[in-house]
């Protein structure tokens, strides 16, 4: 036996034991979901037992260093404990934009203080974190960020708003872009970390298409920014801004993959229009279009396989986040429309309790967001064109 | 094992990538049509490859093969889309090496096939769309069976020395069980091939087998099991059709961008209209979906994994809509040059639409996966 069959085998039987029945269901709701944070509170003893296990072994991010709270596992660990995970349909212990955004940033950037103090606590799912990039007019056109930090010797005053600011009501710190040279557009913007609760923070839930409000507007009025909160040199938080893009935006495309545990497409098309007496779906139509799309999604799930591979590796490209945010997140909307055409009527249902609260309904419309976030897809397939395939300007 | 090549693979591609362009590009397949080649590829390239190896890399060492896998077939076939090299290497060093393999029959073929002396074909489809229908019969008689009924889009099916066929030995025309592979030799009294030219000017036989008379030791295989070495023969087959499709839209992509950086309207380089980046753009997405999807079958294929089945399909599907939109966007992309039978880029459309019907296309491989997810 290799060291890593060993591995696997211990793997599956440590899972096995810890690992609670009830997690191992699929995600129902929001409340399923564990973000962690200052304001969590479990939604069951399962879902607390689940994370203190996971975040006890460091496998909330396995394959960080045991120093910061990770698991110390190499690449190829990483990935059979992924797997297991999957064969028992294991739940996300801990869901965080520290763990996908942030951590990855600091762990290239970050001071050895600023390492051992956040991340860990990313690990082990004590703070919360949300992004300060985009602002009112610099969406697309990020650079052009105008919220200022003045340099008061020790600290920044920092002013100005962002917005689509995720999550910013529940979150306890911000990773945010702030600008401290107005002379150079790319080259004056820094990096800094700062606590929600800081005075001159205010926050503003905006209702979305959805009915929900998973966004806010975020206000910045003389807030104090200690200087040992700036990630990298100042002037060059750019390069850290990129860096992280790459991480949210491999994510994001993760939404194009389907969640483990049943096909809530198939299950839902054969639920409302049911099967012929040849075992196919009644709807002829419906069914050729589920079948193409699955075709593609399944094609994607071995894309997604190999991105994750390349990345470890260091094969991939670096533009190739792109590619994998603009495929993932079109192919979450076209899995979307085709849930509510499954659903039919019953998918149009908005708060009933049939529908979970209008579940589908509610995804549906926010997937709309996909390929606007985090770089459109127009942005993203730019930079196919120019990084990767190297058109002219 | 990580989904992408590993170093030996990679080596493997490097050499086989520039002799298939030395000795096998474009050109070559354009001179045997011009030439109305009867044989429809050169038997002296293949005889190259065997010299390389190449015939033998799905056969085991110790029966004198290079002992590699599916990954590794791949990496060939590739380069022979790439190229649009007309070969046989896909029916006679894959599919039809993956349904000998194991069986009575290989000690008896395997050494030619190693020598590229024997070329196989593979006459498994009875009509115009590839479905899981075996019609043909082979009635017992005597000390062997007697073969009736006729196969077609028989690749190399009027040259080759190996026909392998399916052939119904019980149960009805859509019955899965009651088939029997045989392996019949091409002098076989009471077989006729018909060739004809296709589209993308290859070769493909219609075969009628009027009692064609074949001994007992033909079966490959066992009697009435031959869903096993078929199957085998199947997924092997749609994974390296796959590959080569991948050679065939990679192939066309590269000209297409290579175009785009050279070619000039209203006094710029037509790669700077983002209307036209946009949409290279999302080829190029496709495509490397596409390539996953096949390296994953390859994989799962060689580890021997029950999960191959379906992602074979998956690939074989995916790589027929990646590469589709590859060439019509190549032909769009380079204008009226590219409708042009001088130009290079409409003979990727026409490979990539024999490759597509192959083994099954989209649409049929689409069906299959929602069969097997019951709906």
């Known amino acids: 036996m290799t060291d890593l069959d ?66 110390g596992l190499t690449p190829a660990e990483t990935k059979v404990l992924r797997e297991e995970m999957a064969a028992i349909k294991a739940r996300n212990p801990l869901n965080s934009f520290g763990i996908s955004m942030l951590g990855p940033a600091l762990l290239k950037y970050g001071t050895e203080e600023q390492k051992l103090d956040h991340l860990t606590k990313i690990a082990r799912g004590e703070i919360r974190w949300c992004q300060g990039y985009s602002e009112p007019n610099a969406g697309s056109d990020l650079a052009g960020l105008a919220t200022s930090a003045e340099d008061k010797g020790d600290h920044y005053l920092v002013n100005g ?197 209008g579940a589908i309904p509610r995804s549906w419309l926010r997937t709309k967001a996909n390929s606007i976030e985090g770089g459109t897809s127009e942005i993203q397939l730019n930079i196919i064109a120019k990084r990767i395939l190297e058109l002219p300007a | 094992m990580p989904l992408y090549l590993d170093d030996d693979q990679t080596v493997l591609q490097d050499t086989i990538r520039d002799f298939v362009a030395e000795h096998a590009p474009v050109s070559h397949m354009r001179a045997l049509r011009d030439a109305d080649d009867a044989t429809g590829f050169s038997r002296d390239l293949w005889k190259q490859f065997a010299e390389m190896g190449f015939t033998g890399i799905l056969i085991g060492e110790d029966q004198g093969g290079l002992g590699l896998g599916h990954v590794e077939a791949g990496v060939v076939l590739e380069e022979i889309g790439r190229n649009l090299s007309p070969s046989p290497f896909l029916s006679t060093a894959v599919a039809a090496v993956a349904a000998l393999k194991g069986t009575g029959q290989a000690e008896r073929w395997f050494p030619g096939i190693i020598a590229g002396e024997t070329i196989a074909a593979l006459a498994i489809d009875e009509g115009a769309k590839h479905r899981d229908i075996v019609a043909m019969t082979a009635e017992r008689s005597g000390n062997g069976f007697k073969l009736t009924g006729a196969k077609r889009f028989v690749t190399h099916g009027h040259t080759a020395d190996l026909i392998i066929v399916a052939a119904r030995t019980g149960g009805s025309a859509d019955d899965t069980d009651g088939i029997t592979l045989f392996a019949v030799p091409k002098d076989a009294a009471g077989l006729t091939a018909n060739a004809e ?8 036989a219609r075969l009628e087998f009027d009692g064609v008379a074949v001994d007992a030791d033909a079966v490959i295989g066992e009697v009435d099991a031959g869903r096993t070495p078929l199957d085998r023969l199947l997924r092997a087959g749609r994974t390296g059709a796959s590959a080569e499709l991948l050679g065939v839209g990679g192939g066309a992509m590269d000209m297409t961008i290579g175009y785009m950086k050279e070619r000039k309207q209203f006094g710029t380089l037509i790669g700077s209209f983002q209307a036209l980046q946009h949409r290279a753009a999302h080829l190029y997405s496709e495509m490397e979906v596409a390539r996953a999807a096949v390296l994953k079958a390859q994989q799962l294929l060689d580890q021997g994994s029950e999960r191959a089945d379906e992602a074979v399909s998956v690939a074989k599907a995916m790589t027929a809509l990646a590469t589709t939109l590859s060439v019509q966007e190549g032909i769009q992309m380079h204008g009226g040059i590219g409708m042009t039978d001088e130009y290079d880029i409409g003979f990727y459309m026409k490979r990539a639409r024999v490759l597509a019907e192959m083994f099954g296309d989209a649409n049929f491989h689409a069906d299959r996966l929602a069969v097997a997810a019951g709906y």
């Open chain 1, 161 to 357: 708003q962002k917005v689509w600011t995720s999550y910013a009501d529940k979150a306890d710190w911000i990773f945010c872009l702030v600008r401290t040279d107005k002379t150079s557009k790319q080259g004056g913007i820094s990096f800094v970390l700062f606590d929600m609760a800081s005075p001159g923070v205010t926050t503003k839930p905006i209702l979305l298409i959805s009915g929900n409000s998973p966004f806010c507007e975020t206000f910045f009025d003389n807030v104090k920014v200690p200087k040992v909160n700036r990630v990298y040199e100042e002037n060059k938080g750019w390069d850290v801004a990129k860096y992280l893009l790459g991480h949210e935006r491999e994510m994001i495309s993760g939404m194009g993959l389907a969640s483990s545990g049943g096909n809530p497409l198939i299950d839902g098309a054969i639920a409302t229009v049911g099967l012929d007496h040849n075992g196919r779906l009644a709807d002829p139509l419906l069914r050729a279009s589920i079948a193409l799309f699955e075709v593609r999604a399944k094609a994607f799930g071995a894309m997604s396989e190999r991105f994750i591979d390349e990345l470890k590796a260091g094969k991939a490209h670096p533009a190739q986040p792109s590619m994998m945010k603009y495929y993932g997140t079109e192919l979450n909307k076209g899995r979307y429309e085709l849930m509510m055409a499954a659903g039919g009527s019953d998918a149009l249902e908005w708060d009933s309790d049939r529908s979970r609260g």
């Open chain 2, 197 to 204: 030219r296709l589209a993308d000017s290859s070769l493909a």
């Open chain 1, 6 to 71: 060993t591995f696997r085998t211990e793997t599956r039987a440590w899972l096995a034991e810890n690992c609670p029945p009830e997690m191992r269901k699929p995600v129902r709701s929001e409340d399923d979901v564990c973000w962690g944070g200052r304001q969590f509170t479990p939604s069951t003893p399962a879902q607390k037992e689940w994370l203190d296990a996971m975040a006890a072994k460091g496998w909330t991010v396995p394959d960080w260093p045991k120093a910061y709270g990770g698991g």
